[in-house]
């Protein structure tokens, strides 16, 4: 079985990723995915930040 992010092996403890770092990739993609959700504090929404959110300048 291989890490879905970085397709190394997985590590038991992490599974089924292989480090803690690649189980963060993954929740904040899945949180990028689904943040259409209500979150907790509506009052903070307009504040709300996409970590992975990428800005590419043209
Ligand atoms: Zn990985």
Redesign the pocket.
Known sequence: MT??????P?NTEFTP???R??KN?DLLKWLNEDYRVPVNNPEDEEKTEIPLKIVSDT
């Open positions: 890490c879905p992010i970085c397709h190394q997985t990723f292989c480090s770092h690649c990739i």
